[in-house]
């Protein structure tokens, strides 16, 4: 019995020291509206964003981050969503932001929407991939997560990696380590390129397009406005007796299931890797040489 009582106290003292701001509230509470009002609903804890031929509409967090995992749950546009995006992301600001992205590219009835993921690095993007879902993320509610930490960022479905951009600053490859983080979502007009390249438009007959959303967690560093970036970055780090969860083992890289489920994903639901554009990128983007087995 003493061993059971030891056991269970190592695990609260173990659990209280790997420490992070662990959030999972109302959408107020963590999100405010940033443009569109009007296009906002809310329905107990559901939270809706409407398209139409006026206005699309977005909101972002009250507060920037650094590193930590953000989801929200979202059940995207019914029907006819040609012409839509629909977005979550992380970015920084400025000219050489970093920038963590989903686009839930629309499409008609029938035919499966698109997930487009892109990461910019000091203000630098062009690393899209898109692909196919393994359900229709219309029907109901999935989660879509971003991981970040001084290692890695993983973008996650229903807890299914489907991208990991680890960090290679080892061969010289920028990483995006320094700057807090926002996080945003938005419903808006695309049809110039969203849905087979721009030749299908938004039908608006169809409208309004509804992209709907719950369960927003924030489990991340918080950081003030009025703190230097350096700092920010030192009081995220672990150090000490200090220790935050996503600096643990478990976070710095994917385990064997979760390279699994990656390796499974691009075999089976990736339609577009920037890495084998060989007509955008002649020359192979260095981040693609390397670890390409895990990239």
């Known amino acids: 019995m003493a061993v059971s009582v030891f056991k269970i106290l190592g695990f609260f003292v173990g659990f209280f020291l790997i420490v992070g701001?662990?959030?999972?509230?109302?959408?107020?509470?963590?999100?405010?509206?940033?443009?569109?009002?009007?296009?906002?609903?809310?329905?107990?804890?559901?939270?809706r964003l409407k398209l139409d031929n006026y206005s699309g509409a977005g909101f972002q967090s009250k507060s920037k981050y650094m590193f930590g995992k953000v989801t929200v749950q979202i059940k995207l546009v019914e029907g006819d969503s040609a012409g839509t995006v629909t977005a979550f992301y992380m970015s920084s600001e400025g000219p050489n932001h970093n920038e963590f992205d989903f686009e839930f590219l629309g499409n008609t009835t029938g035919e499966p929407y698109l997930v487009q993921t892109n990461v910019f690095v000091n203000g630098v993007g062009n690393k899209e991939q898109r692909l196919n879902l393994w359900f229709d993320p219309t029907k109901d509610f999935h989660s879509y997560s971003l991981l970040w930490n001084q290692r890695q960022v993983v973008f996650l479905v229903d807890e299914t990696p489907i991208r990991l951009h680890t960090n290679m600053e080892n061969k010289g490859i920028p990483f995006p380590k320094d700057q807090a983080m926002g996080v945003y979502s938005s419903i808006w007009n695309a049809d110039d390129w969203a849905t087979q390249g721009g030749r299908v438009k938004t039908e608006w007959s169809h409208a309004p397009f509804v992209a709907s959303y719950k369960g927003f967690e924030i489990d991340a560093c918080e950081c003030p406005v009025s703190v230097a970036a350096a700092d920010n970055a030192k009081k995220c780090s672990s150090s000490g007796e200090k220790r935050f969860w996503w600096d643990e083992p478990a976070s710095s890289e994917l385990n064997t299931h979760q390279s699994h489920q990656l390796l499974w994903v691009k075999a089976n639901h990736m339609v577009y890797d920037y890495c084998s554009d060989a007509a955008r990128f002649p020359a192979t983007p260095p981040e693609c040489l390397h670890h390409s087995h895990r990239h």
């Open 21 to 47: 701001l662990v959030s999972s509230a109302k959408f107020d509470e963590l999100f405010q509206p940033s443009w569109a009002l009007d296009h906002f609903a809310y329905e107990g804890e559901l939270l």
